[in-house]
């Protein structure tokens, strides 16, 4: 059974950068793609980015330009980095497995259980 | 970017009952909409993808279907563990997008 982790600090300052690894148990990282989403009573659910094992990356246009989404070499875990923080960006964050249908049909199919990110001095 | 309208946003509904909840898509986005079932403090869990195909374990009770920009999520005899909010997710285009959620009580 694939299971997904989150970890990463619950608090980040203002202006500085979150960081948060996903770390995958019970299978490979290898041949799927790997997504961050988010939730916040604001914005509701938002699909951040995702990665594909081999590092090939794909992001949100609104979050492109501070957003980074990286695979380690062992292929255990992934990660996020959304630099210059500000309220709007606290939120839980997920990390997802994307499985692919047919060649076509992305959707989410094993979910970290979300941590809470707030952004405040 | 594309839209996706859910509705109702609330519902209430008696065990037993048969339940729809619509998602509009603002433009086409073939068969790629799938939807999720959430409970309160926990993640989202893949019920239907592709429009019509059910999750392996999901149970029979639930369905999905589409016509055009409109797609169908259908219980058809509440659960007492059915009382939740479920989200559609268009996975067609960049950026993906998500309905603002349906939540179903009891009545």
């Known amino acids: 059974q694939v299971q997904l982790q989150e970890s990463g600090p619950g608090l980040v300052k203002p202006s500085e950068t979150l960081s948060l690894t996903c770390t995958v148990s019970g299978g490979s990282i290898s041949s799927h793609y790997w997504s961050w989403v988010r939730q916040s009573p604001g914005r509701g659910l938002e699909w951040i980015g995702h990665?594909?094992?081999?590092?090939?990356?794909n992001y949100n246009p609104s979050l492109k330009s501070r957003v980074t989404i990286s695979v380690d070499t062992s292929k255990i875990h992934f990660s996020l980095k959304v630099t210059s923080v500000t309220a709007a960006d606290t939120a839980v964050y997920y990390c997802?497995?994307?499985?692919?249908?047919?060649?076509?049909?992305?959707?989410?199919?094993?979910w970290g259980r979300g941590t809470l990110v707030t952004v405040s001095s | 970017d594309i839209q996706m309208t859910q509705s109702p946003s609330s519902l209430s509904a008696s065990i037993g009952d048969r339940v729809t909840i619509t998602c509009r898509a603002s433009e086409s986005i073939r068969s790629c909409l799938n939807w999720y079932q959430q409970e309160p403090g926990k993640a989202p869990k893949l019920l239907i993808y592709g429009a019509s195909s059910l999750q392996s374990g999901v149970p029979s009770r639930f369905s999905g279907s589409e016509s055009g920009t409109e797609f169908t999520l259908t219980i058809s005899s509440l659960q007492p563990e059915d009382f939740a909010t479920y989200y559609c997710?268009?996975?067609?285009?960049?950026?993906?997008?998500f309905g603002q959620g349906t939540k179903l009580e009891i009545k």
């Open positions: 990665i594909y094992y081999s590092g090939s990356t």
């Open positions: 997802a497995r994307v499985s692919v249908s047919g060649g076509w049909l992305y959707y989410f199919d094993y």
């Open positions: 997710h268009q996975s067609y285009t960049t950026p993906q997008s």
